[in-house]
């Protein structure tokens, strides 16, 4: 299966609701659901190479998916951008689910997907189809290190515009070399949905996503992110789900210490480190997808 299929799910806010997109592999009546949730500014067609590796591993008992958080793909953008925030997408994520009907649940969240993995594992009261019994945290946990936010805010939202997908690609790279190696045709293969036809006549290409997102990300101060923590940890140590904690060995964003004292309490993470890589891995290369696959298809 080379593509996937392209779903909806229309999610209530208080402004009428929208519609998030979601992208699935695999049979859709199988009962074993891998959900594969992206970073900050990226979208669910960052998973294609391990959806595709994660449907042969399981066969028909497998379906992958993979959905563009809202505002983000193909997803709506929402009216309130203050809505850009973790309580609405974990509660987007619920009624996903409940359209889905899991009898098996796993998660792999890439950095901001992993968060919201994170709130769901944690909270074991939430009205899950079945409970998340593997969760994959890709480069995140319950500590984000302050300059990572910083990093992040120096380009999130800016207005871009690229004339070519080439073009895109260069300049995405700049911003995303600490994904670490990847060969030009996979990193064109990760670029091209990143980014859609303007509408206005000035033409050429920008960015997938709605520049709003970054109105609530920029609000947040360093008081209120390490207040956060608190609540984060304790959302960990909650935590039941067997889980896998991977980390980019150069990553500015989880550090070593975090990564490790992950390794002691809550769930007990069991923690692989990919050298050469900063913040995130993108699960495309085969050491990282084996290291995946392995861990979600494994014995107990």
């Not at 402004?15 to 998030?20: I, L, S, T």
């Not at 039941?240 to 060995?249: E, F, Q, Y």
Request: hydrophobic share 45%; charged share 15%.
């Amino acid at each position: 299966m080379s593509e996937p299929t392209l779903n909806y799910v229309s999610c209530p806010d208080a402004n009428g609701g929208h519609r998030m997109a979601y992208w699935q592999w695999g049979k859709p009546q199988a009962g074993h659901v891998v959900m594969c949730v992206h970073g900050l500014a990226r979208q669910g067609r960052d998973f294609d190479v391990l959806a595709q590796a994660l449907c042969a591993r399981g066969g028909d008992d497998v379906r992958v998916v993979c959905p563009d958080v809202v505002g983000r793909g193909r997803s709506d953008w929402l009216k309130d951008p203050m809505g850009y925030q973790l309580p609405t997408y974990a509660a987007d994520m619920l009624v996903l689910l409940q359209q889905l009907q899991p009898t098996t649940l796993d998660w792999v969240g890439t950095s901001m997907g992993g968060l919201i993995g994170l709130g769901l594992c944690g909270q074991p009261d939430l009205p899950l189809p079945a409970p998340i019994r593997r969760l994959v945290l890709n480069d995140v946990g319950p500590v984000v290190q302050w300059q990572a936010i910083e990093r992040i805010g120096t380009y999130l939202g800016q207005p871009v515009r690229f004339q070519s997908l080439e073009q895109a690609a260069d300049a995405l790279w700049v911003l995303s070399s600490s994904f670490g190696p990847h060969t030009r045709e996979q990193w064109l293969a990760l670029t091209r949905p990143m980014i859609k036809p303007a509408t206005d006549a000035a033409g050429g290409f920008v960015l997938h996503y709605d520049p709003a997102i970054a109105l609530p990300f920029k609000a947040l101060t360093q008081e209120a992110a390490t207040q956060g923590e608190a609540v984060l940890w304790r959302l960990y140590d909650a935590i039941h789900a067997k889980t896998l904690l991977i980390r980019g060995a150069q990553s500015d964003l989880l550090s070593l210490e975090t990564a490790q004292a992950m390794t002691q309490r809550g769930p007990k993470a069991r923690l692989v480190e990919f050298a050469g890589v900063g913040h995130a891995p993108t699960l495309i290369a085969p050491d990282q997808v084996q290291v995946v696959s392995d861990f979600l298809f494994g014995e107990a």
